[in-house]
């Protein structure tokens, strides 16, 4: 089980720091204004997904880190699916990745309490 908690871990981090990166550099701005947020919001889940992104992958090799990047991540996910499904278009379509995101990081994060 525990090699399968790691392929997860290091997916999870990976796409987490791609994602993070493309919400820092501002590509995702419409989105966040779309569903009327300000601005800072970007910066707050960039920073947010890219910072978990590295501690999955440090979690690795230290489990507090992985169980504190799969809380920050997990929640992060489920606040994005909560807005996409109460303030998006098409809300159910788009919520699924955020939805599928929480749940993997609900797993490790049950792996490691």
Not at 43 to 67: H, K, P, R, S, W
Not at 68 to 85: D, K
Request: a positive charge; charged letters at 10%; zero cysteines.
């Amino acid at each position: 089980m525990s090699i399968i908690i790691i392929i997860l871990q290091i997916i999870l981090g990976i796409f987490f720091i791609m994602t993070g990166s493309k919400i820092l550099s501002g590509a995702m701005k419409q989105d966040f204004a779309r569903l009327g947020y300000p601005p800072i919001f970007n910066q707050i889940t960039g920073i947010f997904e890219f910072v978990g992104g590295l501690g999955m992958l440090i979690g690795v090799l230290y489990n507090v880190i992985a169980l504190l990047s799969s809380i920050l991540l997990g929640a992060t996910m489920f606040v994005g699916a909560i807005s996409l499904i109460f303030l998006g278009k098409d809300p159910i379509k788009k919520a699924i990745p955020a939805i599928v995101l929480f749940l993997l990081n609900f797993i490790v994060f049950i792996y490691y309490i």
